[in-house]
């Protein structure tokens, strides 16, 4: 069935380093690639996301890497600030589907200050 | 603009009662989703439904769990004869039509049986 890998399941980075998370799907019909930012005890916070078509985006330190042959996605974080600390989750979807998200497991980030 | 509302935040049932969740979703979002989170877990799909329409339930458990938009009013994830295994946060997203695909969640529902 649809499978979301996520890697690693948790992350700790000192202030102002980079930090990335990489997601495997198995669904080759997916083709929208959201990530999710979600606080202890919070509601799950989109940050970015990304569509088949392209291969890169980027909003301000956040950015999303697409590499559909391989069918890995990534997050990455530069400069990191302690409140990027949170819970970080990859999903995918398929847009001609029900546009239902397969979640991975998700990466607890650290950001030490 | 207001986002996504959930009620309660907290409920807590015992063994073998109903529990009623809600979720209104933003104005103008007439698609909701309904996620389950374990403690220490990723979100898990459940259902996917229209206004008075079970689009893809193909998450939910066959027995005790239901889900209802109706035309009018919040959208409602009804468990019956609750066990403690259900205990989760339960997570609603609404999404537009024609940008199906990308969902605004909701603040939650953390539902504890005892």
């Known amino acids: 069935g649809e499978n979301v890998e996520q890697h690693p399941s948790t992350l700790s980075v000192q202030e102002g380093d980079s930090a990335v998370i990489k997601c495997t799907y198995s669904?080759?019909?997916?083709?929208?690639f959201p990530w999710y930012k979600q606080e202890l005890g919070k509601r799950p916070q989109l940050i970015i996301d990304?569509?088949?078509?392209?291969g890169e985006k980027k909003d301000q330190r956040i950015a999303v890497t697409l590499n559909k042959t391989a069918k890995h996605f990534s997050l990455h974080i530069t400069e990191t600030q302690p409140e990027d600390s949170a819970v970080y989750f990859c999903a995918a979807s398929t847009t001609s589907g029900t546009y239902k998200y397969i979640f991975g497991t998700g990466t607890r980030l650290k950001v030490l200050a | 603009n207001a986002g996504v509302m959930q009620n309660p935040r907290h409920l807590v049932r015992r063994r073998g009662q109903e529990a009623r969740l809600r979720c209104s979703p933003m104005k103008g979002h007439s698609h909701v989703y309904w996620y389950r989170q374990l403690p220490e877990e990723g979100l898990k799909f459940m259902v996917y439904?229209?206004?008075?329409?079970?689009?893809?339930e193909s998450g939910m458990p066959k027995e005790r769990f239901s889900a209802e938009f109706p035309k009018e009013g919040p959208s409602i994830l009804r468990i019956q004869q609750v066990v403690r295994g259900d205990s989760a946060a339960y997570f609603c997203?609404?999404?537009?039509?024609?940008?199906?695909?990308?969902?605004?969640f909701g603040p939650g529902t953390r539902l504890l049986v005892l």
């Open positions: 669904d080759s019909a997916s083709n929208y």
């Open positions: 990304i569509r088949s078509n392209v």
């Open positions: 997203a609404s999404s537009l039509p024609g940008v199906q695909e990308t969902q605004y």
């Open positions: 439904l229209q206004k008075e329409n079970i689009i893809d």
